[in-house]
């Protein structure tokens, strides 16, 4: 007999309940109970739907109302499963891998999605989420290693918006174009797009790593000659107070690429003398490396592209974490 019997966190389909439930596995019958007041899965409507319920973490699960039979056929089918293997467990080589909890995370929220495309901000929002969710990523292991977590989160990211993108054009680019100038506009519209989400989704990612981090920043905010850093440590208020002490000021710009781009970080912030710069570049010339140092841009990478970059020069790259923890540290000494 196999027993769960400690309340555990259990959504079904976007509705959160602390529900019980227990597996008795010589009577084959699994009990819930504990849900709250007008659950709306307990009526006689809901007769005949399969219920899955999908252990997510040590305290957590995740459950799934399939009413179609489609659905029901096409789930059996994918499980290689019969309608009498229903009302037990399903053995453990059948178990949902982190990329399809994921995604129909992602299904989910496209479901409830009221517009054609939402904020970039409330994609990487829900793209952590659901990556979150799928791998059962703590606080703690974003503290343990932010740089791995902050590139999985881009990739989910990236896969989300795919998702959303697929399901918004693909009616339509099944459809002929009546002129070029419709194919050239819907084009424009796609591409725009995302080149918007590209530009914005690190500078959403890396503000949920300094809030992790529990890191005093402020984002977009304007200087000097409304100069508009991407992330100013600790906020606009210290660095506009000239009795603030220089040496516990930080600016951080944020750029997807910096081979041509590097120079714009040098006019921001005039206050702070080393200019840090996060980016997602794979490898840089080195007398480009060469003319950065002599600016005083020091720059921020993932420490899994370390490798890509001249090896003379990786003593003076900071990975993620290291910054972070020289943030923290500078924050917390004064």
């Avoid at 793209?127 to 969710?133: H, Q, S």
């Avoid at 693909?170 to 519209?189: C, D, Q, W």
Wanted: aromatic share 12%.
């Amino acid at each position: 007999m196999l027993i769960l019997n400690r309340n555990r966190v259990l959504n079904i389909t976007g509705i959160y309940t602390q529900s019980r439930f227990k597996y008795y596995g010589s009577k084959n019958e699994c009990h819930l109970t504990k849900f709250q007041k007008g659950f709306p899965f307990l009526s006689d409507d809901n007769v005949g739907n399969l219920l899955i319920v999908c252990k997510i973490a040590s305290t957590s699960y995740q459950a799934f109302v399939l009413e179609k039979d489609d659905e029901i056929e096409d789930f059996f089918a994918a499980l290689n499963l019969s309608v009498t293997d229903t009302n037990k467990l399903i053995p453990k080589q059948f178990q949902f891998l982190p990329e399809d909890i994921m995604f129909e995370c992602f299904i989910t929220y496209l479901k409830k999605l009221k517009i054609d495309f939402p904020p970039t901000y409330d994609i990487a929002t829900n793209a952590r989420f659901c990556y979150n969710i799928a791998h059962s990523t703590t606080v703690k292991s974003i503290l343990n290693d932010p740089d791995s977590n902050l590139l999985n989160w881009l990739d989910a990211e990236f896969k989300l918006f795919k998702t959303i993108e697929n399901d918004r054009y693909s009616k339509r680019i099944k459809t002929p174009f009546s002129t070029v100038e419709e194919l050239v506009e819907i084009a424009n519209t796609i591409l725009n797009r995302r080149k918007s989400r590209a530009g914005k989704s690190l500078e959403h990612h890396l503000s949920e790593i300094f809030q992790q981090f529990k890191i005093a920043f402020e984002s977009q905010v304007i200087t000097e000659d409304n100069k508009k850093p991407d992330f100013l440590f600790p906020n606009r208020e210290a660095y506009l107070n000239p009795r603030f002490d220089d040496l516990k000021l930080c600016v951080l710009a944020s750029k997807t690429t910096c081979k041509d781009r590097w120079r714009q970080v040098l006019n921001e912030a005039d206050r702070i003398k080393t200019k840090h710069l996060f980016t997602l570049q794979q490898g840089i010339s080195s007398n480009q490396l060469e003319e950065m140092i002599k600016y005083n841009v020091q720059l921020v990478v993932p420490s899994l592209y370390l490798k890509n970059f001249p090896p003379q020069f990786h003593e003076k790259f900071l990975t993620l974490d290291k910054f972070l923890r020289h943030i923290k540290t500078t924050q917390e000494m004064y």
